[in-house]
């Protein structure tokens, strides 16, 4: 606007004429120039509903610019396709979106079973609208039912091999503990201590890492045996590194 002031100062002494910009538009009327769910309006703001931006919506050609930007289209087609787009990115990632699309479902499981939220709590309408509206990239995030089938064993392949790394050649102490019955069958959960100075947590206390949980048809020396010995096994723990072993009686 600036440059309008400076190079018209007689403006000031003749009478004012209209504007050669058109009047200002507001976002509203700019959204509904627009297919419907192309585009909507919060706080008086246009946003791109693919994208999760912000879009000027005062000058014509800078919204349509956005329409035909490749981000927008590869937006857009996730949008409309996210389905088979889900199912596809699991099998072969072709492009940078389907690896971010990935990445995204990865970090939200890790961050959801570290703060023990449940992954169904991803369902929760607020949530979604939430992470639709407010977040980059938030609708990205599947359902629970998705994120189970597809992502969740990926993260567990990928925290067993790191925790595997952090028990190499460590003495432990194992712990072997009776969760509950569940539908007739016992279930175990084998733990580790490191008995490692350098890896007490912050208040001082030893950590447990919870590596395996067995379901049993029945407890006795026999199966909670096999189950620890399978247990130090997958791990590679040698069973001269296990200095102590804890069972609550099973
Ligand atoms: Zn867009």
Known sequence: MDKFVVK?????????????????????????????????????????????????HLRKFVVDKHLEAASHKRNAEKKDGG???????????????QV???????????????????????????????LQSRVVNGGATPKCSQLRDYYLFDVYQTKRANLKE????????????????????????????????????????????LLDTHFLNATNNRTVSQAVVKTVHKYGIDFGDVCIFNSDNV
Request: with cysteine; aromatic share 8%; proline share 5%.
């Open 100 to 130: 971010e699309k990935v990445r995204i479902c990865h970090e939200w499981i890790k961050m959801c079973t570290t703060a023990n939220i449940p992954l169904h709590k991803s369902d929760n309408y607020l949530m979604r609208e939430f």
């Open 166 to 209: 952090i028990i190499k050649n460590k003495k432990v102490a194992l712990i072997v503990d009776e969760l509950s019955k569940d539908e007739g069958r016992y279930v175990l959960d084998v733990m580790a201590v490191l008995l490692d100075f350098d890896e007490l947590s912050p208040n001082g206390n030893f950590v447990a890492y």
């Open 83 to 97: 389905k088979q787009q889900t199912l596809k990115t699991v099998m072969n990632c072709k492009t940078v979106a």
């Open 8 to 56: 018209t100062p007689s403006a000031s002494s003749k009478p004012k004429t209209r504007s050669h910009l058109p009047l200002p538009i507001t976002a509203n009327d700019r959204a509904r120039n627009y297919p419907e769910g192309t585009f909507h309006v919060d706080d008086g703001r246009l946003f791109c509903s693919s994208c999760n931006v912000v879009v000027d």
